[in-house]
């Protein structure tokens, strides 16, 4: 603010001014605002599902433990310090963080000091003229607009918390089911590989068949055929579990070549035992509203309902008046010494007042606005809950049905390794043609990959289910997890 020169300023009394800037310097908060919104006025529909209490509710942090596999928990835990979709949304996160304190500064007194130093040449002299200043300025925010902005800005820093969170719960759930694919396509190479030495060794039989005359040289080439088809699958399932070995490592925020030694090639699954009896007791109890209550994206979408509904209390405040106060204390004397002196003094006090009395209907029409993004956050805010109840019961009704299709599976396979080392001993005793071995040998291969795929959806769909129920780490864990630092070149 520029200072009025001593011999204009009007008169201030010491007393009155001294007393003015102490108002202005402490820190005062804003006057109350009739706009504030209720936490009655945001309340929210229910979500659909079972009332199961909140005590009841299982317990699906780190569900990733509930698999006996410690390379599947040592990947995910990987994953969520050294993921870059996680690391951008913790970014984000700071980046509301700063905009809140930002929005909580501005209903604080502003303080601040300055100096000038002038020097003046006339009729042969020169005079330098010292001046610090000390000037302070508080807007009284008596319409709310400022608490509202603040309000604002603290929801869409809850809403940027629990966007990190979904985000996180994403990625575990993306490295478990990548893991599980990768485990899955390991146990199908090991049995086309198996199956593929099985048939080697009815190759070998079907020559000394030949050579004694009891098998054709068609048997022969039937036996190389079926051999070299099996072998022409190696080739694919090869290059699937490459690609998902490069996928985790992506996942885990490395270059996608990174993992292949550390991964190896044990084609187990993870055992589901602990998992299975989640399932059970979800099935039992149904989709408890208070789970997907809990889930990360839809505590976003209410917490960006709370930040439309503050931003509306700022728009509607911004058609009301509101007052600020400023001043500055300064002195100004031709030497330092000087400046303590009476007459050195110059004091400013000012008030103001914006009453925005007609603008063509601007402040209504922004009013409008905001109330439209308001409706469009609630309806997000239902569709997201809906999606979130059908994620849930889906995932459910898939792990059940895939859990029954892998028992089916696993008689069948049972039966099917019995009908081949039938048919093994009667080709060799010449009581069945070739046809009816090689039969037997596909059918089996044929049903243990199904089987394989069969368990592995099931540990994909009960991955699904805890993702859809909420589960993975609390906002606590997430902000205490090791960050990995970035490479340096």
């Known amino acids: 603010m520029t200072l009025i020169p001593p011999h204009l300023a009007p008169p201030v009394p010491r007393r009155l001014t001294l007393l003015a800037l102490a108002l202005l310097l402490v820190g005062c908060t804003s006057l109350p605002h009739p706009t504030a919104t209720t936490r009655a006025e945001a309340a929210l529909p229910p979500i659909s599902g079972t009332d199961t209490p909140a005590a009841t509710l299982p317990a699906l942090s780190r569900w990733w433990q509930q698999f006996d596999d410690p390379q599947l928990g040592a990947l995910v835990e990987e994953a969520l310090a050294g993921n870059l979709d996680i690391a951008s949304a913790r970014a984000r996160v700071n980046q509301a963080r700063a905009l809140r304190e930002q929005a909580a500064a501005a209903l604080a007194p502003q303080l601040g000091l300055g100096a000038s130093l002038t020097r003046q040449r006339s009729s042969g002299s020169t005079t330098t003229v010292l001046a610090p200043q000390l000037s302070a ?32 719960h994403s990625v575990a759930g993306e490295v ?9 396509n390991l146990a199908r190479r090991a049995l086309v590989q198996a199956s593929l030495e099985a048939q080697q060794q009815t190759l070998q039989l079907t020559q000394w068949r030949a050579q004694a005359g009891l098998a054709s040289t068609l048997d022969i080439e039937q036996a190389r055929t079926s051999l070299e088809q099996t ?13 998902g070995e490069h996928a985790l490592a992506v996942l885990l925020g ?4 990174a993992l292949q030694a550390r991964l190896g090639r044990d084609g187990r699954l993870p055992s589901p035992g602990e998992a299975l009896a989640t399932l059970d007791r979800q099935l039992e109890a149904g989709v408890p509203a208070g789970l997907l209550r809990r889930r990360p ?17 700022a728009r509607q405040a911004a058609r009301r008046p509101d007052f600020s106060l400023s001043g500055t204390l300064g002195w100004k004397a031709l030497t330092l010494a000087a400046l303590g002196g009476s007459g050195t003094l110059v004091a400013t006090l000012a008030a103001s ?8 209907g601007l402040r209504a029409a922004q009013v409008e606005a905001q109330q439209a993004v308001l409706a469009q956050a609630r309806l997000s805010w239902r ?21 029954a299709q892998a028992r089916a599976l696993e008689e069948a396979v049972s039966a099917a390794t019995q009908a081949l080392a039938l048919a093994r001993q ?5 009581l069945i043609d070739f046809t009816t071995l090689l039969d037997a040998q596909r059918t089996l291969l044929t049903l243990q990959t199904s089987q394989v795929g069969a368990e592995v959806e099931l540990r994909q769909n009960l991955i699904r289910l805890f993702k859809a129920l909420g589960g993975g780490l609390s906002a606590a864990d997430l902000a205490a997890l090791p960050v990995r630092a970035a490479p340096t070149r």
């Open 254 to 257: 490395l270059a996608p070549k």
């Open 383 to 403: 569709a997201a809950t809906l999606a979130a109840a059908q994620d849930a019961e889906d995932s459910l009704a898939a792990a059940a049905g895939s859990r």
């Open 353 to 360: 007042v914006d009453w925005p009395v007609h603008d063509g």
């Open 231 to 243: 072998r022409a699958q190696l080739p694919a399932w090869d290059t699937a579990i490459t690609q």
């Open 137 to 168: 300025s508080w807007e009284l925010d008596a319409s709310g607009q400022l608490a509202a902005t603040e309000r604002g800005a603290a929801a869409d820093l809850a809403s940027a918390e629990a966007s990190a969170q979904a985000s996180a």
């Open 176 to 184: 478990a089911l990548a893991h599980v694919a990768l485990r899955g």
């Open 426 to 430: 009667r080709y060799q005793a010449g």
């Open 297 to 313: 994206d839809l505590v976003a979408a209410e917490a960006t309902i709370g930040a439309e509904l503050a931003r509306l209390d």
